[in-house]
């Protein structure tokens, strides 16, 4: 089969190398230097989402928000104009499962199957082919797609029907942001009583304070290196969608909606595109210490 994948970002382009690997892969990305990039390194570059759908039996793609998802199939010169039933588009997107169930509707119409694949693990992960990728849509064409998956990385979950891949990667980020803020507030109080942050670091990991915060991002503080490659702007957006389930199923997100709210915070005083270590700073400011030194 021909291979698509449309938006080449950080996340984007990492899952289009790993695919490059074993596939040649058609390309598109409003950046012309990125896309010039992976031409250089074996990619065929398409002009516009339609004649890439046009050539392609499955289109990956992975964009900032669903708005963006939309626009790329829907919008002008867009994929629907080169799709044909039996092609099957896939969402890695961080998106809402809402909004990506209303685009498979759509799709279905025309005999076009639209699966959500989202994906944890960052850049890093897809780099090193270890990244999780969870998936919702109909198990026949999962089956279609699935050697194309592990082509990226042999941890690919079916987490049933459309949607549900989002509503994992919701779930899971959420979690993720709540334990990064914590984390890093209780380690303020630790430097404020005169704890260093190797002692913490290495007494926290071995207890039952530990998780995933902990164990990259500390080390990575002592270091002096980033912990992460992940926008306070993109975190801002999963950890709300995750209050907007919260709130559409009737089911309390009491601590996520302060830890976004202090994500929004972020935004408003680092901007949106600051990584997330960034943080720091304003939990560096509100407690008046430094997390290191």
């Known amino acids: 089969m021909d291979i698509g994948y449309v938006g ?12 490059m690997l074993s596939h040649k892969l058609h ?7 990125v896309v010039q990039k992976f031409t250089d390194n074996g990619a065929i570059p398409a002009q516009n989402g339609a004649a890439l759908a046009q050539t392609c039996d499955i289109v990956l793609m992975c964009l900032p928000r669903s708005s963006n998802v939309r626009e790329a199939i829907f919008g002008p010169g867009g994929l629907i104009e080169g799709l044909e039933p039996g092609k099957i588009l896939v969402d890695q997107t961080s998106g809402d499962p809402d909004e990506t169930r209303a685009m498979a509707a ?8 639209l699966i959500d694949a989202p994906v944890s693990g960052g850049p890093a992960g897809a780099d090193a082919g270890t990244i999780a990728i969870m998936v919702g849509g109909p198990m026949e064409a999962f089956e279609k797609v699935k050697p194309y998956f592990l082509s990226i990385s042999p941890n690919v979950m079916h987490c049933g029907a459309i949607g549900n891949g989002h509503v994992v990667k919701i779930v899971n980020n959420t979690i993720a942001a709540c334990n990064r803020l914590a984390m890093y507030e209780a380690v303020a109080v630790g430097r404020k009583y005169g704890l260093s942050l190797q002692t913490m ?5 071995k207890s039952s ?20 490659n992940f926008a306070i702007g993109l975190m801002l957006k999963d950890v709300s969608l995750g209050a907007k389930l919260g709130i559409n199923a009737g089911a309390p997100m009491l601590i996520a909606n302060v830890v976004r709210g202090m994500l929004q915070a972020g935004t408003y005083e680092l901007g949106e595109s600051a990584n997330l270590d960034d943080i720091t700073q304003q939990i560096e400011a509100w407690a008046d210490v430094k997390l290191v030194g």
């Open 27 to 33: 390309v598109l990305d409003l950046r012309p230097d």
């Open 106 to 113: 759509e799709l279905a119409e025309k005999g076009i199957t």
């Open 209 to 228: 304070g530990r998780s995933g915060a902990t164990e990259r991002t500390l080390p990575a503080m002592l270091e002096g290196k980033q912990a992460s």
């Open 8 to 19: 080449l970002g950080a996340m984007g382009g990492a899952l289009a190398r790993r695919l």
């Open 201 to 205: 670091s290495d007494v926290i990991n």
